[in-house]
């Protein structure tokens, strides 16, 4: 049993590594990585981005089953990490230091 | 890109002449005992919004609020009557903190019955009446009647929730918000319960951060890598000009143009934006929420980007053309740190795409605060440093202008009446 829908089983060892719950751990995975691993997971998961967004949108949000919503904590994980890919080059926000913004309420899934 | 016209007097500043065009200080912003003067005169006697009605969704949900800068803690709740009531967070009996949930300092929400204190379990009813003493028969003539929550003003503008620490608040909510900001009644708050909150605890005085987002000169600047080249570049060439500002009393509003990203050149624009039909401005797709109120989009811009409105002294509701909205809330922790809160609002998703949407306009929203938060503690170290203590503003800074002035003004008058007190309780 994989942690995605079925179609997406090639996205599976980026599933184990970026399906996660919060905002919070999300950012956080991603100010652990270096530019490669970021690089690595976007080149991989960007091209079936389309793809992804077209199988969520075709489950009601209210009845996600678990490898569904770990599908979205995916497409998030993509969102989170194309900030620096596309932008900084570097995993931080240039210049934000140790700021923090900590996301305290979000919908779920 | 066209200038947009100025008022008469030449200037959106000139136009208001009780600001003066001259340096400003920022002592306000670094001064100790300004800031507790700042307290007593600004936060202690102004209405502050707390919340939203949808976090009181029925009877018995409650949320506290830390109110640092006034030194206290407030609940707010929804009665049987289905009214809202705030009270100073105190147990009558020895002062513990009567609603908290495993760390006293940090705000707790619910839903319940009654307040039952964690220490000696005297009861509240959700009207603040104490109910329940424990042996009761130990005390000395005690009369529940006199020891119920001590209250806190608290008044409901459009689904905005606001309590006023004052014994007798100078002015009705309404009155304190004033023509302008009651202009935007009407627009659909209500609609929009999808919630993001983030938060941060920010090494500046409050001012300097209200201040980040009152102007956008900066953001060609600051912002510029956050943009492809083909886009920041133009945009830093032609900076930042808003079609029109306003301030009525202490409050004001800046209101900008918008773009339409889905016409720009695609290099424009970042593949994350086209993929998700979104970004900082918000979901490309709007939500249909009907026509808007006239206090909205005051120049009538088309496209529109926002209007930012500023209300006295620390809370900003600020509405997109796309339709969604945000607030900020810049709460004072001393007079070089505050707690900066923002809360994104939009239709609740009704799919995932519209729910992807709305965390990219999120993530965009983050990665551009935390530019400008950072920035703010090397300009509040640099402001303490003393050697420069005035500082030219321009046209497009005229909220910021506004902001300081105001918060002398107060200060200034608190300041009078307390150095002359017999003249003051005549005056009342």
């Known amino acids: 049993m994989g942690l995605l829908p079925e179609p997406f089983a090639d996205l599976e060892p980026y599933a184990a590594v970026w399906s996660l719950p919060t905002e919070g751990e999300r950012y956080d995975r991603r ?79 | 890109m066209a200038k947009w016209p100025k008022p008469p007097e030449g200037s959106w500043t000139e136009h208001y002449p009780e600001l003066g065009t001259g340096p400003v200080s920022f002592l306000d912003s670094i001064s100790p005992e300004f800031y507790e003067d700042e307290r007593e005169a600004v936060f202690k006697r102004c209405w502050l919004n707390v919340g939203r009605v949808e976090q009181l969704p029925r009877t018995g949900s409650y949320f506290t609020k830390e109110l640092a800068v006034a030194k206290t803690s407030v609940i707010v709740v929804r009665g049987a009557d289905g009214e809202i009531r705030a009270f100073h967070n105190i147990c009558r009996h020895r002062g513990n903190k009567l609603v908290w949930t495993d760390f006293p300092r940090e705000e707790t929400s619910g839903s319940c019955r009654q307040f039952v204190c964690k220490y000696h379990g005297w009861k509240y009813d959700l009207d603040g009446a104490l109910t329940f003493v424990q042996q009761e028969e130990e005390f000395f003539d005690l009369d529940k009647d006199a020891y119920g929550l001590v209250p806190v003003h608290c008044d409901v503008w459009s689904g905005f929730v606001f309590v006023n620490l004052d014994p007798e608040p100078r002015q009705s909510l309404r009155e304190f918000l004033g023509p302008m900001i009651t202009g935007i009644e009407g627009y659909p708050f209500e609609k929009m319960t999808e919630r993001f909150v983030v938060r941060a605890d920010v090494g500046s005085n409050w001012k300097l951060f209200m201040d980040a987002f009152q102007e956008f000169y900066h953001a060609p600047i600051l912002h510029a890598r956050q943009t492809p080249a083909a886009f920041s570049i133009p945009a830093a060439a032609n900076g930042f000009h808003a079609p029109h500002y306003e301030i009525d009393g202490p409050h004001g509003v800046v209101s900008t143009a918008g773009i339409r990203p889905w016409n720009l050149p695609s290099e424009m624009r970042k593949p994350m934006e086209d993929a998700t039909r979104s970004g900082l401005f918000g979901p490309w797709d709007a939500p249909d929420i009907g026509p808007l109120p006239d206090g909205v989009n005051p120049a009538k811009c088309d496209p529109w980007g926002l209007d930012s409105f500023q209300i006295w002294p620390n809370f900003v509701i600020l509405i997109w053309g796309q339709g969604w909205y945000l607030t900020y809330h810049y709460w004072p922790t001393s007079h070089q740190r505050h707690t900066f809160e923002s809360t994104l609002y939009f239709v609740p998703a009704q799919n995932a795409r519209e729910r992807i949407a709305h965390e990219m306009a999120a993530v965009s929203m983050k990665e551009y605060g935390l530019q400008d938060g950072n ?31 105001v918060a002398v003004d107060w200060v200034e008058d608190y300041r009078a009446e307390r150095s002359a007190p017999s003249d003051a309780a005549a005056v009342r």
């Open chain 2, 375 to 405: 920035t703010l503690e090397a300009t509040q170290t640099m402001l303490e440093s003393g050697y420069v203590q005035s500082f030219p503003l321009n046209d497009q800074e005229v909220l910021c202008r506004n902001l300081h002035k």
């Open chain 1, 31 to 109: 100010l652990a990585s270096t530019m490669d691993e970021l690089q690595t997971f976007y080149d991989a998961c960007f091209p079936r981005l389309e793809a992804a967004i077209a199988y969520c949108d075709g489950v009601p949000l209210a009845e996600m089953p678990d490898d569904v919503v770990r599908l979205m904590q995916l497409i998030y994980s993509l969102v989170i990490v194309s900030m620096p890919v596309e932008a900084w080059r570097q995993p931080n926000v240039p210049d934000a230091g140790a700021a923090r913004l900590d996301r305290i309420v979000e919908p779920m899934p």
